[in-house]
C-alpha cells in the first residue's frame, strides 16, 4: 500500500502528460494541416480550401473522417508484418519527446537530465520507420525514397547535434529548462546566430520538407516511401510528420529562442507558455513559408551541402565556442 | 577556395531574395474566381453561338426571313419558318431554331444575313444533361430579352 502510495502520483502524472501530448499532437495536426494548405493557396495566389465550413476551416476533419473510413491496402508481395509496423513506428514515438518539452516554467512533464539526449535519440526512430515502410512495401519507388530518407537524416543528424552541442557547452547542461532558463537576458540566438542557420537547415532536412523533401519527391517517386500506403496508415505518417515538425521546432524555441521568455502578459500565470507557442509557430510558419519558395534540391547538391558546408562551419563554430567558454 | 564562400553568400543572397517574392506574393490580393459564386465580365467579341439581333428601333429583331443563313449553314443546324400576315410587309418569323450539337461555330450565317439581324452571344455557360439541351429557339430568346 506505501508503495502504490508513493507510486500513484507518479503514475497520474504519466497519464496526463501522455493524454496532453496526444492532444497536442492531434491539435497540431489539425492547425497546421489547414494553416499549410492555406497558406500553400496564398503564396501562390488561390484562396486554398474554401467549400468545408467558413473559409474552409473543418475541411481537415472531414478528411480525417475520410481517411479513416478508407480501407488499408497491403500490396500483393509486400513484407506485411514490416509494412504494418512502419506507420505505428513512425507515429508512436512522438509522444516522448513532447514529455520533456519545457513549454513554461510550470508545464513540462519531467525535466530530465538528459532531456536533450531523449530527444534525438527518439527523433532518429523515425528514420527507422521510413527504411521499414519503404523496404516492406516491395515498390521501388517506396526504396529509392527510402534509401535517401536515410543518408539524408544520418548525414544531417550531425550538423544539427554540433550546433545544438555549441549551446550545451555554454550551458553546461542537457536539461531543456535550464537551457531555456539560461538565456534569461540573451537569447543564444544572438550569441550563436550561425549554429542557429545551422540547426534551421539541419531541421528541415531532418523533418523531410521541401525542399529537401527527396524522399518522397512526388515528381519523380509519386510519393516516395509512402507510396502503397493508404488510408490510417498514410495519415499515421503524416502525423507523425507534422508533430516532428512541432518537435523540432521547439527544440530551436528551447535552444535558440529563450524558450518561454517574453514579455509578461497582464493577469495571465501562463504567457509563458503562449510565448513558447507563438514562437513554435512562428517557426513553423518560416518552414512553410520556405516550403512554398525554394526547388527541391539533387541528392548530391544535398550531400555536398551537408558534408562541404554544415559540417564544417559547425565545426568551427563549435570550436569557437569552446575556445571563448574557456576563455571567459 | 574563393569559389566556396563566393558560391555560399550568392546562394544565400539568391534564397533571400526568393524568400522576398514568395512573403510579397503571401500578402498579395487572389485572384481566383470562385466560378459559380462570382463571376468575370466575358469580353464582347466573345463567339459563342448565335442570337437574333435587338432592334432598337421596333423593340423585336431585324429577321426577314429571306433563309440566306438556313441556306448558308455548312451543317444544317439552323431552321427559319416564316408566314405572311394581313397588314404586314413581308414575312414575319414564326420559328427560327439553332441545333447546336451541330453547329460548328464557323459564322457564316452572321456574315450571310443581308439585316445584320444575327450575332455571336455571349453565352458560354453551356453544360447540359441531354442532347435536347442543345436545341435552342432563337426567337424565343429574343422575345424573352425584351
Redesign the interface.
Known amino acids: 500500500m506505501e508503495i502504490l502510495n508513493s507510486i500513484l502520483p507518479e503514475l497520474i502524472r504519466i497519464v496526463i502528460c501522455a493524454v496532453c501530448g496526444a492532444v497536442i499532437v492531434f491539435g497540431n495536426a489539425l492547425v497546421m494541416g489547414y494553416a499549410e494548405r492555406k ?1 500553400a ?7 486554398g480550401p ?1 467549400e468545408v465550413g467558413f473559409h474552409g476551416i473543418i475541411q481537415l476533419v472531414v478528411d480525417g473522417l475520410k481517411l479513416m473510413g478508407k480501407q488499408l491496402v497491403v500490396p500483393a508481395k509486400a513484407d506485411k508484418p514490416l509494412f504494418m509496423l512502419a506507420p505505428i513506428l513512425a507515429f508512436a514515438p512522438v509522444f516522448i519527446p513532447l514529455l520533456v518539452i519545457p513549454f513554461s516554467d510550470k508545464l513540462q512533464g519531467f525535466d530530465l537530465d538528459v532531456g536533450l539526449l531523449l530527444i534525438l535519440a527518439v527523433a532518429s526512430i523515425n528514420v527507422l520507420a521510413i527504411l521499414i515502410g519503404g523496404w516492406g512495401s516491395n515498390n521501388k519507388y517506396s526504396l529509392f525514397g527510402a534509401f535517401r530518407s536515410v543518408a539524408q537524416n544520418v548525414a544531417y543528424e550531425i550538423p544539427m547535434l554540433i550546433s545544438l552541442l555549441a549551446i550545451v557547452f555554454m550551458t553546461n547542461t542537457f536539461s531543456l529548462r535550464e537551457i531555456a532558463a539560461a538565456q534569461s537576458p540573451v537569447w543564444f540566438v544572438i550569441l550563436q546566430p550561425l549554429a542557429f542557420l545551422i540547426y534551421i537547415v539541419a531541421m528541415v532536412a531532418e523533418t523531410n520538407r521541401a525542399p529537401f523533401d527527396l524522399p518522397e519527391a512526388e515528381s519523380e517517386l509519386t510519393a516516395g516511401f509512402h507510396t502503397e500506403y493508404s488510408g490510417m496508415s498514410f495519415s499515421l505518417f503524416v502525423l507523425g510528420e507534422y508533430a516532428n515538425m512541432f518537435i523540432v521546432c521547439s527544440i530551436a524555441t528551447v535552444f535558440f529562442l529563450g524558450g518561454d521568455s517574453g514579455i509578461p502578459l497582464p493577469y495571465f500565470e501562463y504567457s509563458g507558455a503562449i510565448w513558447f507557442l507563438a514562437k513554435v509557430y512562428a517557426l513553423m510558419f518560416f518552414l512553410v ?2 516550403r ?3 526547388p527541391r534540391t539533387r541528392f548530391d547538391q544535398l550531400m555536398n551541402f551537408c558534408w ?2 554544415l559540417i564544417p562551419f559547425s565545426l568551427v563554430n563549435l570550436l569557437i565556442t569552446v575556445v571563448m567558454v574557456k576563455l571567459i | 577556395m574563393k569559389s566556396y564562400f563566393s558560391e555560399l553568400f550568392t546562394g544565400g543572397w539568391s534564397l533571400i531574395l526568393g524568400l522576398k517574392v514568395t512573403i510579397k506574393s503571401l500578402f498579395s490580393p487572389i485572384v481566383t474566381v470562385q466560378y459559380p459564386r462570382e463571376k468575370l465580365e466575358i469580353t464582347p467579341n466573345y463567339r459563342g453561338h448565335i442570337d437574333l439581333v435587338k432592334d432598337p428601333e421596333n423593340g423585336s429583331h431585324k429577321c426577314i426571313t429571306c433563309g440566306s443563313c438556313m441556306r448558308e449553314c455548312p451543317s444544317d443546324c439552323i431552321v427559319i419558318e416564316g408566314e405572311k400576315r394581313e397588314g404586314v410587309k413581308g414575312k414575319v418569323l414564326t420559328v427560327f431554331t439553332l441545333d447546336f450539337t451541330k453547329c460548328s461555330l464557323c459564322g457564316a450565317c452572321v456574315e450571310a444575313c443581308p439585316t445584320d439581324a444575327l450575332d455571336y452571344s455571349n453565352e458560354y455557360e453551356l453544360a447540359g444533361e441531354a442532347r435536347s439541351d442543345f436545341y435552342f429557339d432563337i426567337l424565343k430568346r429574343v422575345e424573352e430579352r425584351k
Do not use: A, E, N, V
Request: without cysteine; proline residues 6%; charged residues 10%.
Open positions: 497558406l493557396g496564398h503564396f501562390m495566389l488561390r484562396p474554401m513559408w520556405i512554398w519558395t525554394y562541404k558546408y
